[in-house]
């Protein structure tokens, strides 16, 4: 499937968990389109940001279900993906400024 | 942390202060650790936020924040250190490149403050006093207001056309070129027989027209006319007697002491010696205060000194405060009066530059001969506000008990006795 770098990553998480991994082992979580492959990840982030990827390991997060009122709903499920970059790069947009 | 005063002029300086690097950096950290605690952020918990996030977030806010802080405490410190006395706040100049972790950071403050001064010359002030005076006179034009405004319109009887002098009760029905305008008609309107302009209330061509009779009359508006259709035009009145009255005015007896109400003022002779007191009375008042100005010009005409102008603006502010205030009581809402404020402010500048003036001197003065004002004095004036106001002796205590009322009257009651110093020094030369 044809996906757009940009509709490939969707936004960046910034998160307690995912700082601390950032800071630990430069890896940088993203949410990402729900059909998108690890490797379709990997080339829009290189491309996106100019940097190389090394590894990129996803998940499906399930929707929550949500109560307003009597109606019960559910979010949808979104893909997280977790991208290690090569020693020494990063991404600005993480770091600030 | 590096505090440097200049001189501006007499009454401004120039601080320049630098802040050294370890001092800053505690200041950023003790704000960044007080957000941290405070802020929620989506993906963090409340207080784990990390400080590097807290930078990309509220950098700009947090240093704002630490700057007016540094500049807060590091100016008073100044403001001690070297005994100024701020009068405004100052106005705050950040040197570039403002604040950066690891350098000093620098600001100069220009403020303006209490001239120190000098005071000389200020005994043997020559003053003429002026003696106050009550005539007969006076004493009769007080008993002619009296009787002026206890008298009464009363209808004429056994006199059916109008007269000089009458007052009368009208319709009127007035029109612009044929077209009737807006307020041009009304009903029961009193208006004086009298030669004079309508527009003030006079309209002698009444003379001699019979009750229910009618007169028709021209009558030309002047370009100012506060009323806007009219600027400028001819109007065309049809004007109906009603009602003729005339003037009593009470004659001056007993029973005119008695409608005055006032306690154990029964006869004409107990008002007449009433009206007499209260006349002293104000006049002695009124010549006191013709002294005190007297003696404060006087000193100041020997001692040339510059104003802050903050302190005169001030003044001028307190005194549209007052007037404010003293229309707000008689029910009046200032905003309706519609003031022309800069002009009053003008017109007001030079009083209250005469009074900021005296105040400073009359310090300097209490400086110099160590006039001291000290707690007893302050609790003897409290007893006597107490007793001309009528408010009881511990509300006032309890209203002073703040800081700045309890150092106004203090400051108030240095200048009175610095005043009254004044005035026992000079020469006083006495005038009719």
């Known amino acids: 499937m044809m996906l757009a770098d940009q509709d490939v990553v969707k936004r960046p998480l910034i998160t307690e968990k995912s700082e601390r991994a950032r800071e630990a082992a430069q890896q940088y979580a993203f949410e990402v389109h729900k059909d998108a492959t690890k490797i379709q990840v990997k080339s829009a982030v290189e491309k996106l940001f100019s940097v190389h990827v090394t590894a990129v390991r996803t998940s499906v997060a399930r929707g929550k279900n949500k109560r307003v009122g009597r109606n019960l709903g559910r979010r949808p499920n979104w893909k997280k993906a977790v991208v290690t970059l090569k020693e020494g790069e990063t991404i600005s947009l993480f770091e600030g400024a | ?432």
Request: glycine residues 8%; charged residues 30%; without cysteine.
């Open chain 2, 1 to 432: 942390m590096k505090i440097e005063v200049e001189t501006v002029s007499p009454v401004e300086k120039k601080v320049t202060v630098e802040v050294d690097p370890e001092r800053i950096s505690q200041e950023l950290d003790k704000a960044y650790s007080g957000l941290g605690r405070r802020v929620k952020l989506k993906g963090f918990r409340a207080g784990h936020v990390p400080r590097a996030v807290l930078e990309r977030n509220f950098r700009d806010d947090v240093e704002k924040q630490v700057v007016d802080s540094l500049v807060n405490a590091s100016f008073g410190e100044a403001v001690e250190q070297h005994a100024l006395e701020p009068v405004a706040s100052p106005r705050v100049d950040v040197a570039e490149p403002g604040l950066v972790a690891g350098q000093p950071f620098r600001y100069s403050a220009r403020v303006e403050v209490k001239p120190r001064l000098e005071p000389r010359d200020y005994r043997k002030l020559e003053v003429t006093r002026r003696e106050p005076q009550v005539t007969d006179q006076m004493v009769s034009d007080e008993l002619t207001r009296i009787q002026e405004s206890l008298s009464r319109l009363v209808p004429v009887e056994g006199r059916f056309d109008a007269q000089l002098g009458d007052y009368a009760v009208i319709d009127h029905e007035g029109t612009i070129a044929g077209q009737p305008f807006e307020g041009g008609k009304a009903e029961g309107v009193t208006v004086k027989v009298e030669p004079g302009d309508l527009t003030a209330g006079f309209l002698p061509q009444l003379a001699g027209v019979k009750l229910g009779d009618s007169v028709e009359l021209d009558q030309s508006f002047p370009a100012d006319q506060g009323f806007e259709p009219l600027r400028g035009k001819t109007a065309h009145f049809k004007v109906t007697l009603r009602e003729l009255k005339s003037r009593q005015v009470p004659a001056l007896d007993d029973a005119i002491a008695k409608e005055m109400g006032l306690p154990g003022v029964e006869t004409l002779e107990a008002l007449r010696a009433r009206i007499r007191e209260d006349l002293e009375k104000r006049e002695a008042q009124r010549a006191e205060s013709e002294l005190k100005d007297a003696v404060v010009k006087a000193a100041l005409a020997r001692n040339e000194f510059e104003v802050p102008p903050a302190m005169v603006e001030r003044a001028i502010d307190v005194m549209l405060q007052g007037a404010f205030s003293r229309f707000a009581r008689q029910g009046i809402d200032p905003r309706q009066l519609e003031l022309d404020v800069p002009r009053l402010r003008a017109d007001l500048r030079e009083q209250a530059l005469l009074q900021v003036k005296g105040a400073l001197l009359l310090e300097s003065i209490a400086d110099a001969e160590k006039i001291e004002v000290g707690e007893e004095d302050l609790q003897a004036e409290l007893a006597r506000m107490s007793g001309e106001m009528g408010i009881p002796l511990a509300k006032l205590q309890q209203q002073m008990r703040g800081g700045s009322a309890r150092g106004a009257l203090m400051n108030r009651l240095r200048e009175d006795r610095a005043l009254a110093f004044l005035t026992s020094e000079a020469t006083l030369k006495s005038q009719a």
